[in-house]
Each structure stands twice: as C-alpha cells, then as structure tokens.
C-alpha cells in the first residue's frame, strides 16, 4: 500500500486527500498538520461563509485573475474549472449559489457546510488527520520520504506540501533545492490620511479608478472608504497587482482617484452646464453625480475654494476646474497598509519554473507535489485563491493515484 503525506490541514490539503482516496482507495493517506485547528481559513473566508469560488468559467478569463501563475493555471484550469467546482460540491450534498458580485458560496450561507463536508469525507475514506505535529525535517532515503516531527518519525512514497504561505515550510522547501520567491503581502487596503475623506467611513462609490502615480497600476471597480483610509475591490485589486512595487516604495506611494471612471473634460462640462441652467442653485446642496454620496460630495466642494453658501452662479470657472480635478484626478498620499479583514495572502512562495504544472510535482524531485498557496500563485478577492487550490488539488491527487 502507497503511503502519502500532506503536510498542512487547510482547503488544498483536505481537497488533495479525499480526491487522491477516492481515485485510488489503496492509498494510505495522512495529513499532518502543526496546529491545534484545520481548516482555518476556510472558516473564516468570505466573512464565515466561504467564498468557494468566482463565477467565471472560461478558463482564459479566469486566469486574468491572478497576478502571478496566470500562465501557469491556463492548462490546470482546463482540467478542472469553476464549473467542476459546482459540480463537485453538489454531488457531496453542498450546492452552491452566486451572489450578485458573482462570489459564490453554500446555499447554506455558512463555512461549516464545506468544513463538514470535507470532515466527513475524510472519515468516511479513512484519511489520517493529526494535529500539533509539525515537520521539522523532511530528506529522501531508499526512494522513501522521511519526515521528522517533535514527536515522531513518518515515512512516505509521497508528500504534499499543502500547508500556504508558511515561512517554516518554505525553509523545508529550501533544504530540497528548491527556490521561494520572498513573500510580500497582497491583498490590503491603502492607509491614507487626508481631510477630504476623514470621517467618511462607509462610504462608497461603485466604480472608481484608481492609479498609483508614475507606474503603469491602475484598476476600477468599487472603492470603500474605511477607517484606516480607501479599501473596496477597485484598492484590493491594485494591491494584489502591485503587490512586490507597493512593498519596493516601502508602502509610500501617491494614489490617483477617478470617483466617476470619466475623463476630467466630461466632467468639468457637466458643471458648466450646470452653472448655466441651474445658477441659483447652492452647490454643495446636492451631487450632479449620482454617484458620488452626498457627503464625499460636500468634502470635495469645499476642497474646490467654492464656499458653502456659493451657488452655481457664484463659482469662477477656475473653481469648477479644480472640482473636475477633486472628482477626476484626485491624488491622495498612502503611508502604509492594513490587511484585508482576516484574509491575509502573500505574494510569493515557490518559484514556479521548478514545478510541472500537469501534476502539480516537483521537477526536483519525483513524488514531491506542491499545492495551494504555497505556491508563488495568488489573486485578487473573490474566490479566486481557493480555485487555485481546488483545481491544483484535483490534478495532483489525480498524479497521486496513477504512479
């Protein structure tokens, strides 16, 4: 009977598991896991729902996704994609449904039907769990995998490295010759103190662009105004693209904010038309932009040199070109970053060039496999870190098997 190892108890661990089990029932499998819980990110994902995956299924748009291992996943996804995921899912009794942002989570509306959905899969086929139990030392011997922990020592045919952005685990990488690209943070929020946002917290518009100033980043979507600065998919999306130049400029960095995703030009047009038609209106009374919330709007006014009891017919038409600019291309300065709630995800890990990507497996080494996080593979909120580890899980359990 050929024994496998996974090293780590999270989504890419279990997934690899129950899919290399139930390919092939002979195989011995063991999970090994350092601390006392599994299965901690999915529990917390999506705000304790699971954000399973992301409602795209073309496996070229897909991968548009991700700002590194987009080349890489193109095949994978072919072999197994979003659509499987469903598939998946629902033949093991969790349907699946997509909310309106196209995120997909449990009709249940909770991470504990996934949880016990892996749980029980993992009883039910026999797979080993055990928890607080570390490894320290991984080597070859005799064409068998040796594995070192506090307490004891495994002997494997193959592991798995599932365990995500572990430091640790990467040193072990290291001592099999293998190359980790040094970790950065991604997804995170941008720190930003500026009176023209002070105090709005919660308020959002639903699509801005944002660029980062003299570099060629830029994103649109909606963009949030949190406590700690500007958040939302429009900012997450920008820092997980530019997660290694944010980490180079040390988290200091001027950020462009188009509020309308319009040309400054447009825009200015509008508030001439406006002075023209509406002269005895009060400026600051309401937004000519439905987008822009009534208060954001105000901060912006104000920050144009046009008072607050100014009506349209008292603004100069300087006055106007400075509010085409605060709504068009405001720039804000970013002094730092704040992770994005508990979703915290790395750019970096494994170099990719060492790795066969139609079995997941080391070109190192034979029946060394790598899946997951662990990986220099990540991208942008929504869905799409878990279907790197569902579709990465689902080939290499399949490799597992068929050798």
């Not at 830029?218 to 290694?244: C, D, N, Q, Y």
């Not at 912006?300 to 603004?315: C, E, M, P």
């Not at 079995?359 to 991208?379: M, P, T, Y």
């Amino acid at each position: 009977m050929k024994k496998v190892i996974i090293i780590g108890a999270g989504a890419a661990g279990y997934f690899t598991a129950i899919n290399a089990k139930e390919n092939d029932p002979n195989l011995d499998i063991t999970i090994l896991e350092k601390g006392k819980d599994v299965l901690q990110k999915v529990r917390i994902s999506g705000g304790g729902r699971c954000n399973v995956t992301h409602a795209c299924f073309v496996p070229k748009d897909l991968t548009e996704f991700y700002p590194r291992g987009k080349k890489e996943l193109l095949g994978p996804f072919h072999q197994f994609m979003t659509g499987d995921t469903f598939e998946w899912f629902e033949n093991r009794g969790v349907p699946l449904k997509i909310e309106n942002d196209n995120r997909v989570f449990p009709e249940a509306n909770t991470s504990q039907a996934i949880i016990d959905c892996f749980q029980n899969a993992v009883d039910k086929l026999g797979i080993k769990v055990i928890t607080n139990c570390g490894v320290n030392h991984v080597y070859k011997k005799e064409n068998k995998w040796i594995l070192k922990t506090k307490n004891r020592d495994f002997s494997a045919d193959k592991i798995v490295f599932a365990a995500g952005s572990s430091k640790k685990v990467w040193e072990l990488c290291k001592t099999l010759d293998h190359s980790i690209i040094e970790p950065v943070p991604s997804l995170f929020t941008f720190n930003i103190n500026d009176k023209r946002i002070t105090d709005l917290l919660g308020i959002s518009v639903p699509k801005a662009t944002v660029k980062i100033v003299n570099t060629k980043l830029e994103a649109s979507g909606p963009l949030l105004i949190t406590h700690w600065g500007m958040s939302g998919p429009a900012v997450l999306k920008l820092s997980a693209f530019g997660a290694r130049i944010l980490a180079d400029k040390k988290y200091q960095y001027n950020v462009e904010v188009n509020w309308l995703s319009r040309p400054k030009e447009k825009v200015f047009n509008v508030l001439l038309n406006l002075k023209k038609k509406e002269p005895r209106k009060t400026v600051i009374l309401k937004s000519p932009f439905a987008e822009i919330p009534k208060r954001l709007w105000e901060r912006l006014v104000l920050f144009s040199d046009i008072k607050a009891n100014y009506n349209w017919a008292d603004t100069k038409n300087n006055q106007l070109e400075k509010l085409a600019n605060q709504l068009t291309k405001g720039v804000y300065n970013a002094n730092g970053r704040t992770t994005f709630k508990e979703e915290f995800v790395t750019a970096g890990g494994l170099d990719l060039k060492e790795i066969d990507f139609k079995r997941f497996e080391s070109k190192l080494h034979n029946n060394l496999f790598f899946v997951g996080e662990i990986l220099n593979i990540d991208a942008v909120t929504g869905g799409f870190n878990f279907q790197n580890a569902w579709t990465g899980g689902y080939i290499c359990a399949k490799a597992l098997a068929n050798t």
